[in-house]
C-alpha cells in the first residue's frame, strides 16, 4: 500500500471515537448560522483533546487516554441512503487528485527507473470517509450516540423551557419507536445543557442569570455557557482570522464541483461527435453504476448515460445541475467560516469541549463501564472483577473453534437490546472507545466464543473483527496480530452475511495493519479479495493499493504492480472517474514501455488517448494514439485501422481548437530521410523515333560508385585542360543528383528556372492503406543578389510566393499496407537566392471501404480522386538528414561528429545555358571495326547561348566527327549510292597493283603534340550555339576491336558567353552500350627483302606479309568478307606494290577462311620525308577494287590515328638511363633501331550482310601497327599469358641496374648479306678437275653508324648432316676480311668458290662478325643469313 499520513495507530482510534449528538433550538442555530456553520461544525476543528485524560477501570486502576477525539453531529433521524453515501464517496475520490508540483518517487527496481506517487490523498480521503459514514447498525455501538448536547440561546424568551423542550425531544427521538434511527448506546443518555451566547448581541447578565439558573438545575457538571460571535460580521477588520473549518467542510460537501465538470463536457462530445467513434471507454454503456437504480439522478456517473446522441430528453436536465453546481462553486468560494469569530471565541470553543469530556462524557463513560461490569459479573456469577477474571477464561482448556463453512448460515439471529451477550459487546466498545485496549480484547474474546457457541454469525464477526484490532493495538504488544480473526470475520460478513460495506471495513484496517508489519504480499492478497463487481470505485482503490503493497515490497515486483494498476485504471474508468483511470494507466505504461510487450503498449496507449480525450486533454490523446501507430504494430489489419480512424478523429478536434496554429508532426508514414535523393534539372525526353536523347543522370538510375568516378575523372580532365593543364582551387565536380553517396557537405548550385526533384522514401508500417493528398514540399527561400544587398525574407507557406518558388502539389498518393514507395516533388526557383527544403505537408488520411487496396478506385463517389477519403488531417514532416559521421582529426574519431549535409539546401544561381544532344541513326551493335555514319544534334535549350563544347571520353578511338580534311573530298556517285561512310574516288585499271600515295598531318585530325587525345572540340559552326538554335553533326563510328558489350562514356563539357561567377561550366553525360561481334582477325609481319634492286640502288626494301582471317560467327547473317584495299601510313615507309597478285581481283573470304597477302615496302623519299613535318604520314593505298578509298583523310584517317595514338599511350617498358652509361646506351639505341620498323597498315574491307531478305553492305577497317622486324602484329589486342608460378628466389642482387644489353635478333640485323652468284654453272670436269665460280658477297650497313665487319670464310660446318646434304667446297683467296662499313653503305666483295665435282651446293657459309666501332669488343655478333645459297654444278 502506498505511504499514509497518519500511522495505523493514529489511524484507528481517529476512526472509532464516542458520537456524540447535538439538539439546537432554531434560536442557537441562528447564531452559528452567522458564521456559515451549523452547530455541529462549528465544533468540528476543536473536537480533538489538546491534554492527556485520565480515568478509572473497573479494577480502579488509573489509565490514561492521549488524544481523544469526539465526534459532534447534528441528529438525523433517517438513516443515510447507501446511494448518498456511494455519491459522497465518489465525489471525494473525484475532488482528490495528484497536486500539479509533486514531486514523485523514483523507485529503482531491476531494469526499472520508476516515478511513482508515494502517497495516494485520494484512498486516505475516501477511507476517512467512508469510515465516518458508516451507518449505525444493532450487532456493535461503535457508532451509537453516548451523549446528546442541548443547546439553546440566552436570547431566547424561556431559555430553561427550551431546555426541557430539547430534553423532552430528545427523549421522544430515542424511546419512541416510530424512531428507529439514530441508535443511543445506554438508555440512560447522557445530556449536556449548552446555552449560547451572542457576544455582539449585547445582554450578558441576562445571560449570566440563565446560566446560574441552569447550573441549580442541571449541576455544574451537566451545563456550559459559551460565548460565541464577539464580532460583527460586516466590520472590515485588518486582523485575518484563520479559517479551521474548511478543510473538514470540503471532505464532506455533497456539492462537489469535480464531478460535474467533467459530465457536460462528456454529453457534448456525445452530441456532436461520431456515433461509431464515441463508446468512449467501450464500458460506460452499461449505467447501474454501483448497483444505483438509473433514478437516482444526482450521481456524477449517469452524466454520460447514453451513447446514442438521439436519446436527447435527459440533455437539458444533465447540463442544468452543472450550471447550478458552478453557481454554488462561486458562491462558496467568496464564503469565509467563522466570520464572527475572534480568536479568543476559538480558545471559549476549545475550552467548551475540554469541559464537556473532562466534566460529562468521559465520567459517563466510566460510570456506566462500571455499570456494565457489575451486572456482567452478576450475571454471570463469577468473581468480583471481570478485569480478574480473564486470565481464567483463557487458561482452562479452549473449544476448538469451528471452521466456518460448517455454521449454519444464521447471521439473521437477532438479540434484545438487553441480552447479556450484548451488555459485553457494549463494554467492549466502550473500552475501545477510551483506548483500553486490553480490558476490551477480554470482552470482545469472550463475546466472540459466546457468539459462535449461538451461532450469531454477524455479531461473531463483529466481536473477531474487533478483537484482531484491539490485540493489534495492546500496548506492549503481549500477543501477535490475530491475522485469522479478521479473514474470518471479513469471509463471515462477505459470504455469509453478504454485508460488503462492513467487509471492506474490515479489509481497509487489516489492510493498514499488515503494512504497518512490511507483510505486504498478505495485505496485497486481502486487498484483491475484496474486489468485486457490485463497486467499481471500491474495486479501483484496493486493486491500487495492492499495486503499491507488490512495488514495496523488499524485492518490488513492477510487473505486478503495472499489472494491478492497469486493472485499477479500468476499474476507475469504469466508475466514471477518469483522471484517475488516466493516472493508474500512466503509471503503468512505465513498465511496459519499450520492453517489446507491444500488444499491452497498445491497449494502454489506446486507453491514455481515449481518456485523455474524454477530459479533453487533446495533446496527451494525440501523443498516445501518435505511440501506437509509430511503434512497429503486431495489432490486425482491422484494429490498426481502427487506432489509425481514432487518431485523425482526435487530431481533427485538436486541430480545429487552434486552425491558424503551426502545423503539426505527422507520425505516418515513415520517411527514410538519409534515403532522400534531390535531382537538378529537366526530366530526361524519351527517345524520339530515331532520335535518341543522351542518357544523362536521371533519378532512375541507380547510383554506381565506380562509375561517379569515372565521370569525375572525365570532368577534371576536361577542365584541367581548359585551364591549361591544372585544376582551379575552387573545382567543384558537377553533381546533378544527390544521394546519400554522394559529397554533399558543400551548399549544391541549381540553376534558376530549372526545376529542382526531392525524391522522398516513405513506409508504410501498418496493414492498412494509407492516402496522402495535397502533398507538396515545405521550403523557406531568401533572395538573394549574391553582389550587394542581403535582404532576407522568410516565407514558408506554399501559397505565399508562387512567383518566388512554384511548387509541385501531388494531389493524391497511395501508400499500401507495408509498402515502401518514393514521392518525387517538384520545385520551380523562379529567383535567385539560398533555398532551404524543410520538409514535405500533405493531409493524412485512411481510405473507406476495403482494407486492402490495389490501386484501382476503391469506392466511387464522394471523393474527386480515384480513392474516397473516410477523414484527413493536415501535418507536416520535417526532413533532417544525418551528414556523414567525421573521421579525420584524433578528436573526431574519438567522439560522435558528424559533418553537414546539404542536400536540401541549394543555392539558385543565374541562368546558365543548357544543352541537349540527340542521336540519330546511333547504332547498337557493330562488327568489331565496322565504320558507321551517324549524326549527333545538339539542342540549346535555354536563354543563354553556349559556347567552348567539347566531349571527352575515355574511348577517343572509337568516334570522330571528322578531321579538317572532310570537306577536300567530294563525295563519288557510287559512294553516295551505297551510303558508303568513306571519302572514295574511282580509279582506273591500270593501277591495280601499284600504290597511290598521299600524304596528312596528325594535327589535321586534333591529335597535335601534347594535347589530350580524350578530350575533342565539337566543331560547332563560330564555336558559339545560340538559344533556342540546334545543329546536326555527322559523327562516325568504329566498333571495337574487342567483341562484346562496351559501354562507353561521352562527357560533353560547356560554358556560357557570360562569365557567371558560381558555376563556371556545365557538363552533360552519355553513355552509349554498342554490342561488338566478332568480323576479322589481321596479323602481319615484315621482313627485310634480300633482292637489292631499288630505283636508288640503296638496300632498304622489305616484305610485308598480312594474312587476314575471317572469324565471324554465323549468327550476324555476314556473307562474306571483301578486302577492299591494304592501306600503309608511316612517316617513313611506304607499300609499293602487291607481290602476289591472283588472277582473281578480288579478295573475298567466306566463313573461318583465311587469306594471305604480301606487299613489298620501300623506304619514303629523302626529299619527301625532308620537306614533311616531323608530323607528316605518308599513305600509301593498294586497291583490290576499282575504287580508291582515300585513307588519308576522314574517317580512315581518323580512326587510323586515334589508334594509333591509344596504341602511344600504352605503356611502353624502357630501360633506366644512368649518366655515366651513356654512350653505352646510345649504342644500344642504335642497334635497336637497325630492327625497328615504323609502319602501320590498314586493312579496309567489305561485308555483305543479308538482314529480312535484304542485302546491306558493311564496311570497316582493322589496324595493325609494325614495330619490329620479324615479329608477328596483330590487329587486336592479344591476351597475356599468365606467368608460370616460380619458386622465390632469396638472393640479394648484385647490380641494381637494369642490363641494357640488346636481344641477338636486335644485333644480328646490323648488316645484311646478299650473295650474287649464277643459279647454275656448267663445268668440263674431265678437262679440268678444279671448277672455279666467281661469287659477289654484298654487305649492307642497316645502322646509322659505323660498323667494323669481319668477314669469315674458314669453312666450318656446324653438323654432318650438312656435309653429306650441300657437299663440299673450298673459298681461294683470303679467308678472313676485316672491313668498316659507313652509315648505310653498302659494300661489294669479289670472292671464288673452288668445286672438285658436281653437286648442289649451299654457298651462304660466309660467317660475318659486326660490331659497333666506337665500341670495344662488346656486342660482337653473328650476322645470320637470311636464307640457303644454293648453286648447281653441272659436268658439261
Known amino acids: 500500500m502506498a505511504q499514509c499520513v497518519q500511522s495505523v495507530q493514529e489511524l484507528i482510534p481517529d476512526s472509532f471515537v464516542p458520537c456524540v449528538a447535538a439538539l439546537c433550538s432554531d434560536e442557537a442555530e441562528r447564531l452559528t448560522r452567522r458564521n456559515h456553520l451549523s452547530f455541529a461544525e462549528l465544533l468540528k476543528p476543536f473536537s480533538r483533546l489538546t491534554s492527556e485524560v485520565h480515568m478509572r477501570d473497573p479494577n480502579n486502576q488509573l489509565h490514561i487516554i492521549k488524544n481523544l477525539k469526539i465526534a459532534v453531529s447534528n441528529i438525523v433521524t433517517q438513516p443515510p441512503q447507501p446511494g448518498a453515501i456511494r455519491k459522497l464517496l465518489n465525489d471525494v475520490v473525484s475532488g482528490s487528485q495528484p497536486a500539479e508540483g509533486l514531486v514523485a518517487n523514483v523507485i529503482t527496481a531491476g531494469d526499472y527507473d520508476l516515478n511513482i506517487s508515494a ?216 464564503i469565509i467560516h467563522g466570520a464572527c469569530l475572534t480568536l479568543t471565541d476559538h480558545d471559549r470553543i476549545r475550552q467548551f469541549i475540554q469541559e464537556f469530556t473532562f466534566r460529562g462524557l468521559l465520567p459517563h463513560i466510566e460510570k456506566t463501564i462500571r455499570q456494565l461490569n457489575d451486572q456482567l459479573i452478576s450475571r454471570k456469577g463469577l468473581s468480583r472483577s471481570l478485569f480478574s477474571a480473564t486470565k481464567k477464561w483463557f487458561s482452562g482448556s479452549k473449544v476448538p473453534e469451528k471452521s ?104 481497509l484496517l487489516s489492510a493498514e495493519i499488515l503494512k504497518s508489519q512490511s507483510k505486504y504480499s498478505e495485505a496485497a492478497a486481502l486487498l484483491i479479495r475484496l474486489t468485486s463487481e457490485d463497486s467499481d470505485l471500491r474495486s479501483a482503490l484496493l486493486l491500487e493499493q495492492a499495486a503499491h503493497c507488490f512495488i514495496n515490497m523488499k524485492s518490488p515486483m513492477v510487473r505486478k504492480y503495472a499489472f494491478h494498476m492497469i486493472l485499477a485504471g479500468h476499474r476507475f474508468s469504469k466508475a466514471g472517474q477518469k483522471k484517475h483511470a488516466l493516472r493508474c494507466y500512466c503509471q503503468a505504461m512505465q513498465v511496459y514501455k519499450g520492453k517489446g510487450w507491444s500488444l499491452a503498449e497498445d491497449h494502454i496507449n489506446f486507453t491514455i488517448g481515449r481518456q485523455s480525450y474524454t477530459l479533453r486533454q487533446l495533446d496527451n490523446a494525440v501523443s498516445a494514439f501518435r505511440h501506437i501507430l509509430i511503434n512497429e504494430s503486431k495489432q490486425s489489419a482491422a484494429q490498426q485501422g481502427a487506432f489509425l480512424r481514432e487518431y485523425l478523429y482526435v487530431y481533427k478536434n485538436v486541430s480545429q481548437l487552434s486552425p491558424d496554429g503551426p502545423l ?145 502539389v501531388i494531389s493524391e498518393f497511395l501508400v499500401n499496407s507495408e509498402e515502401s514507395k518514393v514521392a518525387r516533388l517538384k520545385l520551380f526557383p523562379h529567383h535567385i537566392g539560398e533555398l532551404h527544403v524543410l520538409g514535405i505537408v500533405y493531409n493524412l488520411g485512411t481510405i473507406q471501404g476495403s482494407v486492402t487496396v490495389d490501386g484501382i478506385g476503391a469506392l466511387p463517389g464522394c471523393h474527386t480522386g480515384k480513392h474516397s477519403l473516410s477523414m484527413s488531417v493536415r501535418g507536416r514532416q520535417d526532413l533532417e538528414i544525418q551528414g556523414p559521421r567525421l573521421n579525420n582529426t584524433k578528436e573526431e574519431k574519438t567522439s560522435i ?264 615496302a620501300v623506304r619514303c623519299k629523302e626529299k619527301e620525308a625532308a620537306t614533311q613535318s616531323s608530323e607528316k604520314y605518308t599513305f600509301a593505298d593498294i586497291i583490290f577494287g576499282n575504287e580508291q578509298i582515300v585513307s588519308s583523310a576522314s574517317p580512315c584517317a581518323d580512326f587510323f590515328y586515334r589508334s594509333l595514338s591509344s596504341e602511344l599511350r600504352k605503356p611502353q617498358a624502357q630501360p633506366s638511363v644512368h649518366a655515366e652509361k651513356q654512350p653505352l646506351e646510345d649504342a644500344v639505341r642504335l642497334i635497336q633501331k637497325c630492327s625497328e620498323v615504323d609502319l602501320n597498315i590498314v586493312v579496309l574491307w567489305k561485308a555483305y550482310v543479308v538482314e529480312d531478305s535484304k542485302q546491306l553492305i558493311l564496311e570497316g577497317q582493322h589496324h595493325v601497327i609494325l614495330r619490329t622486324i620479324g615479329k608477328e602484329a596483330f590487329s587486336y589486342p592479344q591476351k597475356q599469358e599468365p606467368p608460370e608460378m616460380e619458386l622465390l628466389k632469396f638472393v640479394r642482387p648484385e647490380n641494381t641496374t637494369v642490363s641494357s644489353r640488346p636481344s641477338v635478333e636486335q644485333l644480328s640485323s646490323l648488316i645484311k648479306t646478299s650473295l650474287h652468284y649464277p643459279e647454275s654453272f656448267n663445268h668440263p670436269f674431265h678437262l679440268k678437275s678444279l671448277c672455279l665460280v666467281p661469287v659477289t658477297l654484298l654487305l649492307s650497313n642497316c645502322s646509322k653508324t659505323d660498323v667494323d665487319v669481319i668477314v669469315d670464310l674458314r669453312h666450318k660446318t656446324t653438323s654432318p648432316e650438312a656435309l653429306e646434304i650441300h657437299g663440299s667446297f673450298t673459298w681461294l683467296g683470303q679467308t678472313q676480311y676485316k672491313l668498316q662499313l659507313k652509315s648505310q653503305e653498302i659494300h661489294s666483295l669479289q670472292l671464288k668458290a673452288c668445286f672438285v665435282h658436281t653437286g648442289v651446293y649451299n654457298l651462304g657459309t660466309p660467317r660475318v662478325f659486326a660490331k659497333l666501332s666506337d665500341q670495344v669488343t662488346v656486342f660482337e655478333t653473328s650476322q645470320q643469313n637470311s636464307m640457303p645459297a644454293l648453286i648447281i654444278i653441272n659436268s658439261v
Open 119 to 334: 502517497t495516494t490523498p485520494w484512498f486516505e480521503s475516501y477511507r476517512e470517509t467512508f469510515l465516518q459514514s458508516m451507518p449505525a447498525s444493532d450487532h456493535e455501538f461503535l457508532n451509537h450516540y453516548l451523549a446528546c448536547m442541548l443547546v439553546a440561546s440566552s436570547s431566547e424568551a424561556e431559555p430553561v423551557e427550551q431546555f426541557s423542550k430539547l430534553s423532552q425531544e430528545q427523549h421522544r427521538i430515542q424511546h419512541n419507536s416510530d424512531y428507529s434511527y439514530p441508535k443511543w448506546f445506554i438508555p440512560n443518555t447522557l445530556k449536556y445543557y449548552v446555552l449560547l451566547h451572542d457576544v455582539s448581541a449585547g445582554g450578558e447578565q441576562r445571560a449570566d442569570s440563565v446560566y446560574e439558573e441552569m447550573k441549580q438545575k442541571y449541576g455544574t457538571q451537566g451545563c456550559y455557557l459559551l460565548k460565541i460571535n464577539s464580532r460583527t460580521s460586516n466590520r472590515s477588520s485588518d486582523e485575518q482570522i484563520p479559517d479551521p473549518w474548511s478543510q473538514y467542510l470540503q471532505k464532506n460537501s455533497i456539492q462537489n464541483q469535480e464531478s460535474y465538470e467533467d459530465g457536460p463536457c462528456t454529453i457534448t462530445s456525445n452530441k456532436n461527435s461520431d456515433s461509431n467513434l464515441l463508446s468512449l471507454d467501450g464500458l460506460d454503456n452499461e449505467v447501474k453504476v454501483d448497483g444505483l437504480p438509473n433514478n437516482f439522478r444526482a450521481h456524477p456517473l449517469q452524466l454520460d448515460q447514453s451513447s446514442d446522441p438521439s436519446n436527447s430528453i435527459d440533455g437539458p436536465d444533465h447540463v442544468k445541475p452543472a450550471s447550478s453546481s458552478h453557481e454554488t462553486k462561486k458562491i462558496n468560494t467568496g
Open 404 to 507: 466456518i463453512n460448517e455454521l449454519k448460515n444464521t447471521s439473521g439471529l437477532l438479540y434484545p437490546p438487553e441480552a447479556p451477550e450484548l451488555q459485553i459487546r457494549k463494554m467492549a466498545d466502550l473500552c475501545f472507545l477510551v483506548q483500553h485496549y486490553d480490558l476490551a480484547y477480554s470482552c470482545y474474546h469472550t463475546a466472540k466464543k459466546d457468539f459462535l457457541n449461538e451461532q450469531a454469525m454477524l455479531y461473531a464477526a463483529g466481536a473477531l473483527e474487533m478483537a484482531a484490532v484491539s490485540a493489534f493495538l495492546q500496548p506492549g504488544a503481549p500477543r501477535p496480530y490475530p491475522a485469522h480473526y479478521m479473514d474470518t470475520a471479513i469471509q463471515t460478513y462477505r459470504d455469509i452475511c453478504k454485508n460488503m460495506v462492513l467487509a471492506e471495513r474490515c479489509v
Open 664 to 808: 503539426p508532426q505527422l507520425p505516418l508514414p515513415y520517411i527514410n530521410s538519409s534515403a532522400t535523393r534531390v535531382f537538378f534539372g529537366h526530366d530526361r525526353r524519351p527517345a524520339d523515333g530515331e532520335k535518341q536523347a543522351a542518357t544523362h543522370v536521371s533519378l532512375d538510375q541507380e547510383y554506381d560508385s565506380e562509375s561517379s568516378q569515372q565521370w569525375r575523372e572525365l570532368e577534371e580532365q576536361v577542365v584541367a585542360l581548359v585551364n591549361k593543364g591544372t585544376i582551379p582551387s575552387s573545382f567543384q565536380p558537377t553533381q546533378y543528383c544527390l544521394n546519400s553517396y554522394s559529397d554533399n557537405s558543400r551548399f549544391p548550385l541549381a540553376v534558376v528556372e530549372e526545376p529542382i526533384t526531392v525524391e522522398v522514401a516513405f513506409r508504410n508500417p501498418l496493414k492498412v492503406p494509407i492516402l496522402l493528398t495535397d502533398l507538396s514540399l515545405l521550403w523557406k527561400f531568401q533572395p538573394k543578389d549574391f553582389s550587394a544587398k542581403d535582404n532576407e525574407e522568410v516565407k514558408e507557406l506554399v501559397t505565399s510566393e508562387p512567383e518566388m518558388i512554384g511548387t509541385e
Open 897 to 1160: 561528429k558528424y559533418g553537414p549535409d546539404r542536400r536540401l539546401d541549394p543555392i539558385i544561381t543565374e541562368e546558365m545555358p543548357l544543352l541537349e544532344v540527340f542521336f540519330i541513326h546511333f547504332p547498337t551493335g557493330l562488327l568489331c571495326g565496322e565504320i558507321r555514319k551517324a549524326y549527333v544534334e545538339f539542342v540549346n535549350v535555354s536563354k543563354c547561348p553556349l559556347t567552348g563544347l567539347k566531349v571527352v571520353s575515355k574511348r577517343p578511338e572509337f568516334f570522330t566527327f571528322g578531321g579538317n580534311t572532310a570537306v577536300l573530298t567530294p563525295l563519288s556517285p557510287s559512294a553516295s549510292e551505297n551510303c558508303s561512310a568513306y571519302k572514295t574516288v574511282v580509279t582506273d585499271s591500270t593501277s591495280v597493283c601499284t600504290a597511290l600515295v598521299s600524304a596528312a598531318s596528325s594535327v589535321d585530325f586534333g591529335i597535335g603534340i601534347g594535347s589530350q587525345p580524350e578530350v575533342i572540340p565539337v566543331p560547332l559552326p563560330d564555336t558559339v550555339l545560340l538559344p533556342g538554335a540546334s545543329v546536326q553533326l555527322p559523327m562516325w563510328l568504329r566498333g571495337p576491336d574487342e567483341e562484346g558489350v562496351h559501354e562507353i562514356n561521352f562527357l560533353f563539357y560547356y560554358e556560357s558567353v557570360k562569365r557567371q561567377p558560381r558555376i563556371r561550366h556545365r557538363i552533360l553525360r552519355h553513355t552509349a552500350v554498342i554490342c561488338t561481334s566478332r568480323s576479322l582477325n589481321v596479323q602481319a609481319t615484315v621482313c627485310r627483302s634480300n633482292s637489292l634492286e631499288d630505283e636508288e640502288g640503296r638496300g632498304g626494301n622489305m616484305l610485308v606479309f598480312v594474312d587476314v582471317e575471317n572469324i565471324n560467327t554465323s549468327e550476324a547473317g555476314v556473307k562474306e568478307f571483301h578486302i577492299v584495299q591494304v592501306s600503309s601510313s608511316s612517316k617513313h615507309w611506304k607499300l609499293q606494290r602487291s607481290v602476289n597478285l591472283s588472277e582473281n581481283k578480288d579478295a573475298k573470304l567466306a566463313s573461318r577462311e583465311k587469306g594471305k597477302f604480301c606487299f613489298k
